[in-house]
């Protein structure tokens, strides 16, 4: 089965998640091709293009912002020419067989992304794949493997005609004094006197006495199987949450914590205020091993800033103890999300580094060092100081905060990553001051055999409902998925390293409606229904 994958090249990241998911329907059978996969194909890119899109049974449209802009042609020109070339190409096809579309699915990486399907697709089904059910559910109509199957057909049965009663008492009088009146003068009793005929109790008012029991009936059993929101708190081990921002207010992620080292990309500028500079290494390819004779740089009297230089290439900035040892050389100040921000936490195979990644909104945060620092400087453009090695890819300078100043860092519009190196004392409590408000939350991360996305659980994890001691606490073993939804009021009250199994712990709590999980405790889908609490 050959399937074809349009999207656009919105950054880095979205061609790696499309690569990942072509990867994943590669490793489940099904032939899926994309760019990627091309160095540059003989008979050039736009044959190759419109050639892919005949072949394939099946053409995965990857919606975004970008990609409906482009696919309708309103991008700027000179901008997206593949994806303006592939939408013409697609209108063309669906226009060829008057709209009658089994051929053209529309997939997202997030429910945001249902507003820029484009028009001409709008009306099939689409899927997220940036959670397990939506890949299965793509799947499933891919592979044609119905969740339902639909039974045989039976044969015909006959049915025989009901006998229908005409029931009437005739009018005194009729057919001219002879019938009922010529009979009531035989035995001797006028009509007057001759009782009518009782009537059979009629069906309607049978189902008139019936209906008020049957509709209290439906409503009792309704009510006791209501879908209710209770209040659920979650203890769970995982390498990766992902968890979107709520609130009203912009919120502190990340607040008070030491640091051993910090490593900045995504961001617009970092600005510092020096009290000394000196130059430790330059490199035109990767920082070199410092020199005994490291020069003494001078700085203006305005702030170092730091902007990325070349958008080709990854910028980045790290900030590290300097050469006192100290265990931890670097307090990070408030790491403010706005609401609706996507955050997402992941641990690496050291024990002690925690990935921060904000996207969705514009994010900033700060740092303060008590004693001399190492900067690390890849791939960017740098003011505010007189001297620098300008023609150098990459260098380090080791520096002093002048006092009460701090390190400001700002991140892109809509993208902030932060890598961090926490020290053992300091791994028990990431967010000592309060909790913070989520609107929703997922334990997915992608594996490393054919980029599939799985559950990020380690440890084995619990969920309770404090106030409802009847349904009791549930486990959830490592193995398993788990996905709480519908919240409110929700916020992630603590987060923690865990050396042990080198992932975050966290405590969560609020209200939610439905819990999914692949636990023998829970029903595939469980949710929380009026009899429980009865």
């Known amino acids: 089965m050959r399937v074809f994958v349009s999207y656009s090249h919105d950054s880095p990241e979205h061609m790696d998640r499309v690569l990942s998911l072509c990867n994943r329907l590669r490793a489940d059978g099904l032939d899926c091709v994309i760019d990627q996969y091309e160095m540059s194909p003989a008979q050039g890119w736009p044959r190759w293009t419109e050639a892919q899109v005949e072949e394939a049974r099946y053409v995965l449209v990857v919606c975004t912002e970008v990609y409906r802009r482009r696919f309708n042609g309103t991008e700027q020109a000179g901008k997206g020419l593949g994806v303006k070339w592939e939408g013409a190409v697609i209108t063309q096809n669906l226009y060829d067989v008057e709209a009658s579309n089994d051929k053209f699915i529309p997939v997202l990486f997030g429910p945001q992304d249902s507003a820029h399907i484009p028009t001409v697709l709008r009306g099939v089904t689409h899927y997220d794949v940036a959670t397990l059910d939506g890949y299965a559910r793509l799947y499933r109509r891919l592979t044609n493997q119905p969740e339902v199957s639909k039974p045989p057909l039976g044969e015909f049965k006959p049915l025989p005609p009901l006998e229908r009663k005409q029931e009437f008492i005739p009018l005194s009088g009729d057919d001219g004094g002879g019938g009922e009146a010529s009979q009531g003068g035989a035995t001797g009793e006028s009509p007057q006197e001759k009782s009518p005929a009782r009537r059979p109790p009629n069906k309607i008012n049978l189902l008139l006495l019936v209906l008020p029991t049957a509709l209290i009936a439906m409503a009792v059993l309704v009510l006791l199987n209501w879908h209710l929101p209770t209040h659920v708190k979650a203890e769970l081990t995982v390498r990766r949450v992902v968890f979107t921002v709520g609130g009203a207010d912009k919120s502190a992620v990340i607040n008070l914590l030491g640091l051993k080292s910090l490593f900045i990309e995504k961001f617009n500028l970092i600005k510092f205020m020096p009290e000394s500079l000196t130059l430790a290494s330059a490199s035109t390819q990767k920082p070199a091993a410092r020199t005994a004779a ?241």
């Open 294 to 534: 490291a020069p003494r740089l001078t700085s203006s009297p305005q702030p170092v800033i730091i902007r990325p230089k070349d958008e080709r290439f990854q910028s980045s900035v790290s900030f590290s103890g300097g050469t006192n040892g100290q265990p931890y050389a670097l307090a990070m100040g408030d790491v403010l999300a706005a609401p609706s921000s996507e955050v997402t936490l992941e641990t690496t195979e050291d024990a002690y580094d925690l990935i921060m990644r904000i996207d969705g909104q514009h994010s900033s945060g700060n740092i303060t060092a008590a004693g001399p620092i190492k900067v690390g400087i890849d791939n960017c453009e740098v003011s505010g100081v007189a001297t620098y090695p300008t023609g150098a890819q990459s260098f380090n300078l080791e520096t002093k905060l002048s006092r009460d100043s701090s390190v400001e860092f700002d991140g892109q519009p809509d993208s902030l990553v932060l890598t961090m190196t926490v020290p053992p004392d300091r791994a028990a409590s990431l967010f000592p001051r309060g909790s913070i408000p989520i609107k929703a939350i997922r334990f997915e991360q992608q594996s490393e055999q054919g980029g599939a996305v799985v559950s990020s659980l380690l440890k084995e994890g619990e969920l309770s409902n404090p106030g409802f001691e009847k349904i009791g606490k549930k486990k959830i073993a490592s193995t398993d998925f788990v996905s709480i939804g519908g919240l409110d009021k929700f916020s992630i009250e603590e987060v923690r390293l865990d050396p042990e199994s080198k992932g975050i712990a966290l405590t969560l709590q609020g209200v939610a409606d439905k819990i999914t999980t692949g636990s023998p405790d829970f029903k595939t889908d469980s949710t929380f229904l009026a009899q429980n609490f009865i």
